[in-house]
C-alpha cells in the first residue's frame, strides 16, 4: 500500500508560480511512475505531468514549457514546479504512483490562479 500526502497548493495570481510536493509512504526508487494530474470543476481528471523510474518525464501539451516535474528518490518525494500560471491552470491537482498495475491517489491540493 503506498500512501501519497500533496502539498503547495494555494491562491496565486496569473503569471505567478506554486510548486507542490507529493511526499510517499514508501521508498519511490522503484515505483513504476509517479506523476500529477488534476481535475477542474465538471471536468474529467487530466494527466498533467508523469515521470518514470528512469527518470523519463512527460507533460501535458498544456503546461509543456511552464511546468517541471522531478523526484527526490532520498526524500521519496515528487515535485511540481508550475510557473507561469494561468487562470485556465485552476483545479484540483492529485499525485498518482502506478506500481504493479496498481494505482494509488494522493487527497488533492487546491490550487487557484486569479486572472
Known amino acids: 500500500q503506498v500512501q501519497l500526502v500533496e502539498s503547495g497548493g494555494g491562491l496565486v495570481q496569473a503569471g505567478g508560480s506554486l510548486r507542490l510536493s507529493c511526499a510517499a509512504s514508501?521508498?519511490?526508487?522503484?515505483?513504476?511512475?509517479m506523476g500529477w494530474y488534476h481535475q477542474a470543476p465538471g471536468k474529467q481528471r487530466e494527466l498533467v505531468a508523469v515521470i518514470t523510474r528512469g527518470g523519463r518525464t512527460n507533460y501535458a501539451d498544456s503546461v509543456e514549457g511552464r511546468f517541471t516535474l522531478s523526484r527526490d528518490n532520498a526524500k521519496n518525494t515528487v515535485y511540481l514546479q508550475m510557473n507561469s500560471l494561468k487562470p485556465e491552470d485552476t483545479a484540483v491537482y492529485y499525485c498518482n504512483a502506478a506500481d504493479w498495475g496498481k494505482t494509488y491517489w494522493g487527497q488533492g491540493t487546491q490550487v487557484t490562479v486569479s486572472s
Open positions: 514508501v521508498s519511490i526508487f522503484s515505483i513504476t511512475s
